[in-house]
């Protein structure tokens, strides 16, 4: 028995060790570095290209759930992500160089899974998942396109700046973690008023890079907006965003400051950090000055600068069961984000998924269908939910899953809602494992 997965991304990746280790022979393709794409900067396995953190870790938020939904099912980039976790408060960031080398050396060493250095251009015949992700060539996604008879959809997503540690300030710059959670694992610049407004009219007076012609109908995805779009909608927008002051208190003041922004450990030895929330598509120049004009960078080194490209992405409830099938086709599945999944650990998710249910079509086993009380089971039902007119990519939270009855009294609390909610999935999912 034998598959195909095209694309050795987060979720390629994960299909390809879920499918190895049942045994399942994997020819794993993967185009670059014979052909790049606007985003990846090296040739290795489940590279992050935007942020380097996986999100919430805990349970009492919906990225936190879905990891432990992971852990419980036995995904293995999880379990690569813990290994190569770097300090980032409640959240699971990770090394980005070192978590894709481990990635990239457990699938070369391992004898189920041949390595194919090719760009697929049209969907191969035989069971295969098609996990190459937002930025996919233009060949494949023509003969995707062809299969599911609709256009793709698009939207933008952008990529934050990195900087060297050693280049910031910390006359200026301090340590803390919002409200004092976890270890103080962030980088805090603080601005007065004065400050901020004068970051404020450089960033909305900037210039941009310009989208080509082609990429102009495309549309910004809402968590992942470049800073100066969000600038452009009030002065006062990134106060209440990603440069909100509350919670981050210097210990050496006592000053809550009238803006702050977060920089995060990028690497595991501490010498690289990304300005959080920070995504832009600013012309190199006009990031190097606004990033100079925050208290505490004004002589930044900046290692890597934000771009942004754009995503693709099926109109999958009209092309996918809850399973990752193709509706169209049994022996096709598609994970990650082209599925319109939007985030590192969703894209995890879905290739677990899809490795998963390859296998069990394979065995002529009945495929598995998460239910909505589950995280997963609530994001693979919401995209393939025939229902939709206008889909749109989406994370998991707690909207979509189905709720819990709650007292009257007790509606509002979202803490305890977060609680029973997981505790229900953690409950089913442990049964499920029993069976």
């Avoid at 280790?21 to 052909?35: A, C, Q, S, T, Y």
């Avoid at 270890?183 to 400050?195: D, F, T």
């Avoid at 009209?318 to 099938?325: D, F, I, M, T």
């Amino acid at each position: 028995m034998e598959v195909n997965v095209i694309g050795a991304g987060l979720a390629g990746s994960e299909a390809a060790l879920q499918l190895s280790k049942n045994g399942i022979k994997v020819n794993l393709f993967e185009m670059r570095p014979k052909k790049t794409t606007g985003a990846h900067k090296t040739d290795k396995f489940a590279e992050f290209v935007c942020s380097n953190s996986l999100g919430a870790s805990d349970c009492s938020n919906a990225s936190g759930l879905l990891k432990k939904e992971m852990e419980l099912l036995g995904g293995e980039l999880i379990q690569i992500a813990r290994k190569c976790s770097v300090p980032a408060g409640s959240a699971l960031a990770i090394d980005r160089e070192l978590f894709s080398s481990e990635v990239t050396q457990r699938i070369e060493n391992n004898d189920n899974i041949n390595i194919i250095r090719e760009e697929v251009e049209q969907i191969p015949d035989g069971c295969t998942i098609i996990a190459s992700g937002p930025l996919t060539s233009n060949s494949l996604a023509n003969s995707i396109k062809d299969f599911t008879k609709s256009e793709h959809l698009h939207f933008f997503d952008a990529i934050a700046p990195i900087v060297e540690k050693d280049s910031i300030n910390f006359d200026k710059a301090f340590w803390a973690s919002r409200y004092d959670k976890g270890e103080a694992s962030y980088i805090n610049c603080p601005m007065n008023k004065q400050e901020y407004e004068r970051f404020y009219n450089i960033l909305i007076n900037a210039p941009r890079i310009e989208l080509k012609e082609f990429e102009k109908d495309a549309k910004f995805f809402e968590s992942c907006l470049p800073i100066e779009v969000l600038a452009s909608r009030g002065v006062d927008t990134l106060r209440f965003g990603p440069m909100k002051p509350v919670g981050l208190v210097d210990k050496r003041t006592g000053i809550e400051n009238y803006a702050v922004v977060q920089l995060r450990q990028d690497n595991s030895a501490k010498t690289l950090f990304n300005l959080v929330g920070f995504q832009t598509n600013l012309k190199w120049g006009s990031q190097k000055e606004l990033l100079q004009s925050i208290p505490g960078l004004e002589n930044v080194n900046i290692v890597r600068y934000g771009v942004m490209h754009r995503n693709t992405f099926i109109n999958s409830p009209k092309v996918l069961n809850a399973s990752l099938q193709a509706r169209e086709r049994k022996d096709l599945f598609f994970a990650g984000q082209i599925t319109g999944t939007e985030g590192y650990t969703e894209s995890i998710a879905t290739g677990m998924l899809a490795g998963f249910n390859a296998v069990r079509y394979l065995k002529g086993e009945n495929l598995i269908i998460l239910p909505k009380i589950t995280m997963l089971g609530a994001l693979t039902q919401y995209i393939s939910d025939i229902n939709h007119e206008k889909f749109q990519p989406i994370n998991s939270n707690w909207g979509i899953v189905e709720p819990v009855e709650l007292p009257k009294k007790e509606r509002k609390n979202k803490k305890l809602k977060a609680e029973l909610v997981s505790k229900r999935s953690i409950e089913y999912i442990s049964n499920l494992l029993q069976q």
